[in-house]
Nanobody, 124 residues
Framework: VQLQASGGGLVQAGDSLRLSCTAS????????MAWFRQAPGKWREFVAY?????????YYRMSVKGRFTISRDDAKSTMYLQMNNLRPEDTAVYYC?????????????????WGQGTLVTVSS
């Protein structure tokens, strides 16, 4: 599975952005997908995941819950992260990831496939 993330950019606090992650190869609909981010000088952290298969399940880190929405369009082999009311502390490189299993995980080591990252910068 190859993943391509896009949609990052420079925005002001309170603005919105939508990130996309397009997959090629593999069976996209069965894979759980996730977004992680890494801010300068910090460890990579979990942002959100969405499960694969039937009965989609999603989960968010507390600081983005209510502001970010993860979704997927299996017909387009694409996952999205709608980010609203962005804050300067959301500034990071955002990575999309996929794992073989349909259940999601908050641990980056449980994802086998990674996109190249897209930079989101939020100015105050």
């Amino acid at each position: 599975v190859q993943l391509q993330a896009s949609g990052g950019g420079l925005v002001q606090a309170g603005d919105s952005l939508r990130l996309s992650c397009t997959a090629s190869g593999g069976t996209f609909g069965r894979n759980a997908m996730a977004w992680f981010r890494q801010a300068p000088g910090k460890w990579r952290e979990f942002v959100a995941y969405i499960s694969g298969g039937i009965g989609l399940d999603d989960y968010y880190r507390m600081s983005v819950k209510g502001r970010f929405t993860i979704s997927r369009d299996d017909a387009k082999s694409t996952m999205y992260l709608q980010m609203n009311n962005l804050r300067p502390e959301d500034t990071a490189v955002y990575y999309c990831a996929a794992r073989t299993y349909s259940s999601g995980s908050t641990y980056d080591k449980q994802y086998e496939y990674w996109g190249q990252g897209t930079l989101v910068t939020v100015s105050s």
